[in-house]
């Protein structure tokens, strides 16, 4: 027994287990996805991640060790925020006639996402270091975590922060377009990509690879637009 | 495969000093999208005939990452398990802001995109 949990303490302080745990945690999440017909509620990530979460905290598992093999896999966000470049070029055409909408759309949509998560978390009486954390929910973890430490916004409660907005977005994108009557797979993706980043552009590009390539969009010019707007919008609630 | 791999982290690198460099609030991997964005554009006028990028090994490398593009959030996502204190703290009101905001956000962005779209076709 003593051999057994001696493996464990060896492994769980190794990069190669939490790495494993990530990757297995995700292709069961993608399963379980598949198998509900990729249902919104069955979000993969949510999935991955609760099961992640419950295997940390019942293994007593610090998040640093576990991210010491996860961030391998973290740092891929950069080079596929790159990589969206090539989609963007295969629907160079339809990108450049949507461009007034476009811009429109990002104006709008980038204010509403800021104005909208501060004001409603101010009602509800949230201090001053939550409220620079919340404000850029919608954009891309690594832009948001940047934008909200800057102003006093603590980092780590950004991501959970923004994850989760993807999470909500992608659940709710195709539903609540629908019902809208926004039919239209460009306007649905720039709409997803806007405000719920690259969460939102992985739902986004499983619809549609026109969606996908106007949220990717969406993703890339709401991360500089919000980055604008954050500090603005903070002044105007006396922060 | 391997020359797709360093035109992505090359892309992604520029874009990190070009970031630095300028002070800009845009974070470099968005400045490394509008580099390759541009190469792949200046790519096609200078060599017509070339084969296009989804025919190379750019095409695959791409392709398998943006197809798995929800995993590389699960590392970021996981970190939730530190916000215990935040989250009992301030629980409903921020449950209740990122709901609304985030349905809002998709609302008007959509709309918007599509009122303007109709404008412009009239």
Known sequence: MSGLSGLWV?????????????????????????????????????????????????????????????????????????????????NRREVAQALLPLLAALLAGSVTAVVSAVGIAWAFGAPAPVLAAIAPKSVTAAIAM????????????????VISTGILGAMMAWPLLGALGVRDPAARGFAAGLAAHGIGTARAFQADPVAGSFAGIAMGLNGVVTAAIVPVVLRLFGL | MLGALLLLLGCQLAGEI???????????????????????????????????????????????LLVNLSLLFVPAGTGVVQQGPVLLQNGPGLLVALLVSTALTLAVTGWVFMAVARWVRR
């Open chain 1, 146 to 161: 940047g934008v909200a430490s800057q102003l006093g916004g603590d980092p780590a409660l950004t991501a959970t922060l």
């Open chain 2, 18 to 64: 070009a970031a630095g460099a300028s002070g800009l609030p845009v974070p470099g991997p968005v400045l490394g999208m509008a580099l390759l964005f541009g190469l792949l554009v200046l790519r096609e006028r200078l060599r017509p005939l070339a084969p296009p990028p989804d025919k190379t090994a750019l095409g695959p490398l791409v392709t398998a």
């Open chain 1, 10 to 90: 060896y492994l769980a302080a190794s990069p190669l287990l939490w790495l494993t745990a990530t990757l297995a945690a995700y292709v069961l999440a993608d399963r379980v996805s598949a198998a509900c017909g990729r249902h919104p509620l069955a979000n993969p990530v949510l999935l991955a991640v609760g099961l992640l979460a419950a295997v940390l905290l019942t293994t007593g598992t610090p998040y640093p060790t576990y991210f010491q093999g996860a961030q391998f896999v973290h740092f891929l966000l950069g080079p596929a925020t790159v990589a969206l470049a090539v989609p963007l070029w295969r």
